[in-house]
T-cell receptor, first 113, second 112 residues
Framework: AQTVTQSQPEMSVQEAETVTLSCTYD???????LFWYKQPPSRQMILVIR??????QNATENRFSVNFQKAAKSFSLKISDSQLGDAAMYFC??????????FGEGTQLTVNP | DGGITQSPKYLFRKEGQNVTLSCEQN?????MYWYRQDPGQGLRLIYY???????QKGDIAEGYSVSREKKESFPLTVTSAQKNPTAFYLC???????????FGEGSRLTVL
């Protein structure tokens, strides 16, 4: 069974600083998608960024970027210039067969003013 | 606006009662999913459906049932057989190609 592991239950960052959230996964497939979702206090899940495994270039969306290491099965999220609105629970997810997503346990990010 | 609507947002139920959570989407997505979220455990897949009149069990299907009679609708019934039903339930849909999920706002079920 595929597993996704987020080893940091909680992280904190000062406003305007950079923070990196870690994620590792386990799969035997060669082509798949990886995602980072954000869940603010409203509980609405929002897609932050997506990475296709066959693409070597790391995905970037404005202040959010990933460090995708396929051989190491690592998929970390970097948030630059952190803002108060970035405070949320962040979930790493991997697409499995049948377009199912397997989620990690989440990392609660606090942004300090 | 296109999106996913879940109702009710909050639901209380007595032990031994079945309850049905509604999920409707107007995104014209083929695939729909139900996830359960408990504190510290992330999201776990209950059931999913990739096409009308067909659905598959996820990782924690015991005590739950679903139907998919229309493309737009994927209701989840939490039966009295579910031993620990108090949780936050999230419905999602996807086009099915990229794997990206679009989520509803969730339903919080509390068993009294």
């Amino acid at each position: 069974a595929q597993t996704v592991t987020q080893s940091q239950p909680e992280m904190s960052v000062q406003e305007a600083e950079t923070v990196t959230l870690s994620c590792t996964y386990d799969t035997s497939e060669s082509d798949y998608y990886l995602f980072w979702y954000k869940q603010p206090p409203s509980r609405q899940m929002i897609l932050v960024i997506r990475q296709e495994a066959y693409k070597q270039q790391n995905a970037t969306e404005n202040r959010f970027s990933v460090n995708f290491q396929k051989a190491a099965k690592s998929f970390s999220l970097k948030i630059s210039d952190s803002q108060l609105g970035d405070a949320a629970m962040y979930f790493c997810a991997q697409e499995t067969s049948g377009s199912r997503l397997t989620f990690g346990e989440g990392t609660q990010l606090t942004v300090n003013p | 606006d296109g999106g996913i609507t879940q109702s009710p947002k909050y639901l209380f139920r007595k032990e031994g009662q079945n309850v049905t959570l509604s999920c409707e989407q107007n995104l014209n997505h083929d695939a729909m999913y139900w996830y359960r979220q408990d504190p510290g455990q992330g999201l776990r897949l209950i059931y999913y459906s990739q096409i009308v009149n067909d659905f598959q069990k996820g990782d924690i299907a015991e005590g739950y049932s679903v139907s998919r009679e229309k493309k737009e609708s994927f209701p989840l019934t939490v039966t009295s057989a579910q031993k620990n039903p108090t949780a936050f339930y999230l419905c999602a849909s996807s086009i099915g190609v990229t794997g990206e999920l679009f989520f509803g706002e969730g339903s919080r079920l509390t068993v009294l």
